[in-house]
C-alpha cells in the first residue's frame, strides 16, 4: 500500500519530533495569517536550524508521490481519512502536491504523531 519505505516515514518522524521539541520553536495549529504562505513565514525563523535542514532535504528528495504518501499518512493519521479511504487520501495528496510539502508538513505541530498514527492504521511501525 505505501510507495514508500517505513524506514524513511520513521526517519521523518523523528525529525519532526526532534525539530518541534524545541522551546523556540511556536508554530500555530491554526494559522494567525490568513495567506497560504503563513507557514513559510514562521519557519523562515527555523531556515538555519540543523533539524529542519535534515527534515527538509529529507521530504525535498523524495519523488512527488512518495512525497503525496507522507500527506495521505498525515491526513489518516488525524482522522481526515480512515485507513479504508487510503486510495482517496493519496489521490487527494496527489492532486494538491507542490514543491512545498516539507513546508506544509513541518507547520502541523502534531505532525509526528500524525504520521505514527497513520502508519499504525497502516499496519506498520517504528518500533524496532
Known sequence: ????????????IDKAK???A??????????TNPSDDWALQVL????DDLTYQEFKAAVDDLEPDQQATLVALTWVGRGDYSEDEWD??????TA???QRTAEYLMAKPMLADYLTEGL???G????A
Open 44 to 47: 523562515a525563523d527555523h531556515e
Open 88 to 93: 482517496a487520501a493519496f489521490s487527494d495528496a
Open 18 to 20: 526532534e525539530f518541534h
Open 96 to 98: 494538491g502536491w507542490t
Open 120 to 122: 499504525s492504521l497502516l
Open 124 to 127: 506498520y511501525s517504528c518500533d
Open 1 to 12: 500500500m505505501l510507495d514508500l519505505n517505513p524506514e524513511t516515514v520513521c526517519f521523518i
Open 22 to 31: 524545541k522551546e523556540e520553536v511556536v508554530i500555530p495549529e491554526e494559522p
